[in-house]
């Protein structure tokens, strides 16, 4: 019997060094991350298969419409890259005309964006209770002051 432990317990040490490796771990960090230089001279960062990569003008605001009576925006979104992106993270930061935040809105989205190329998706809008609007959309005559503008940061994209 004692033999059956000690063969179930080298079996677990392989099992479990086995996972170490292909999950990257290097002893220091809980996961290896590699540097991959791109076509376009920008980098990205492979960790254990998933892609971030460091472009932040990858995908670029075409468009952005939400008028006083819309519960939903308009995002045409640009890819600027020689490749086809598959999926995108972002957040949307909705400001006063004074630069003051007033809300933000994570989005991320699985889609097909062909190179230089725009696509038009529908995200939930902003301060539609309170009669806001984008300051370039239709506004309320009643609150004209009532308008927003948006800040775009691209957060992570494949």
């Known amino acids: 019997m ?4 000690l063969f179930a317990l080298i079996f677990l040490a392989i099992g479990f060094l086995i996972g170490l490796y292909f999950t990257g771990y290097n002893g220091n960090d809980v996961k290896v991350a590699t540097e991959n230089k791109l076509t376009n001279g920008t980098t990205s960062e492979n960790t254990a298969g998933n892609t971030k990569n460091k472009n932040p003008k990858a995908l670029t605001v075409a468009s952005f419409i939400q008028d006083w009576l819309d519960s939903q925006a308009t995002l045409s979104l640009k890819n600027n890259t020689s490749e086809t ?7 949307i930061i909705y400001k006063d005309m004074k630069g003051n935040v007033l809300d933000y809105q994570e989005i991320s989205k699985r889609t097909s964006i062909a190179p230089q190329m725009t696509k038009t ?13 984008y300051y370039k959309s239709e506004r309320s005559a009643s609150m004209p002051d009532r308008v927003f503008q948006i800040e775009f940061k691209l957060n992570s994209y494949k």
């Open 85 to 91: 992106i598959h999926s995108f993270k972002a957040t």
């Open 121 to 133: 998706f529908k995200i939930g809008g902003f301060g539609h209770d309170n009669h806001y609007a």
């Open 2 to 5: 004692g033999r059956n432990i």
